[in-house]
């Protein structure tokens, strides 16, 4: 028992302003804890079996990136409170890379006076691969000018299920999209893509004018299938490359 305990880290019930918490070590429990300010928020780069639970992170007059998880497995991220209220680039949960990790029943509120803020974003659209992701019963609402995202699924994700989510979509602009899965361009210029079957079960997703529910940008490399109730079916669709959906 006594090498268990060693062996376990905790971070709770903490304050902090202007500061951040990061981890690489593995069974980690960081719970309770406000922080507030300019700062990293909360950031595991290694290590198994992290738990961020019921933290509050704002960000008032200051971009940044709520909780960011680059490495390990068996993550879990839920009962947060996330909130920005920067200029642009503000980032609720950013998955960078790790997999088989859970993400439940946050509530993110990613709000700028400019542009590209986002409620969860999955891969880094480098060389990092995040996969195996469930991210189930969060909600997530962006507000500002373009390019807020709901959930933006990016570079090399794979394998995510994405189930029962509410997220709206907001901005005075275009391009503000509930789920978007995006195409990147690798160093030869060739089209590389999300290489995942992506499944989506009963999200609930507003989003605005001149603006996609769901947007499929990643031309014909991946099969994703979206299960508008579970008693009636499925539609799968793959990106044809043209802008249509086949």
């Not at 509050?56 to 991220?77: A, E, P, R, V």
């Not at 189930?163 to 503000?176: E, F, L, Q, R, W």
Request: cysteine-free.
């Amino acid at each position: 028992n006594l090498i268990k305990r060693s062996q376990y880290h905790q971070h709770y019930n903490n304050s902090i302003t202007n500061g951040s918490i990061s981890t690489d070590s593995s069974n980690v429990s960081i719970t309770d804890n406000t922080m507030e300010g300019k700062a990293l928020g909360i950031s595991v780069s290694a290590g198994d079996g992290v738990r961020i639970l019921r933290n509050t992170i704002k960000y008032n007059g200051w971009s940044g990136t709520g909780i960011t998880i680059s490495g390990g497995y068996y993550h879990q991220i839920r009962h947060n409170i996330l909130k920005t209220n920067g200029t642009s680039d503000n980032y609720g949960i950013s998955l960078q890379g790790g997999k088989v990790s859970e993400i439940q029943n946050n509530s993110i509120y990613t709000n700028g006076t400019g542009g590209t803020n986002i409620g969860i974003s999955v891969g880094d659209g480098l060389t990092a691969v995040a996969g195996n992701y469930t991210i189930y019963e969060n909600y997530i609402s962006t507000d500002g000018t373009s390019n807020n995202y709901g959930i933006r699924i990016h570079g090399d994700a794979l394998d995510n299920v994405i189930d029962n989510n509410v997220i709206i979509a907001g901005g005075t602009g275009s391009d503000n999209h509930g789920i978007f899965l995006v195409r990147i361009v690798d160093e030869g210029d060739n089209p590389t893509a999300v290489r995942n079957n992506t499944l989506f079960i009963n999200n609930n997703i507003t989003s605005r004018t001149f603006s996609y529910i769901i947007l499929d940008t990643v031309n014909g490399r991946s099969t994703h299938y979206l299960v508008y109730n579970n008693s009636f079916g499925e539609i799968k669709w793959l990106n044809n490359g043209s802008g249509g959906i086949s």
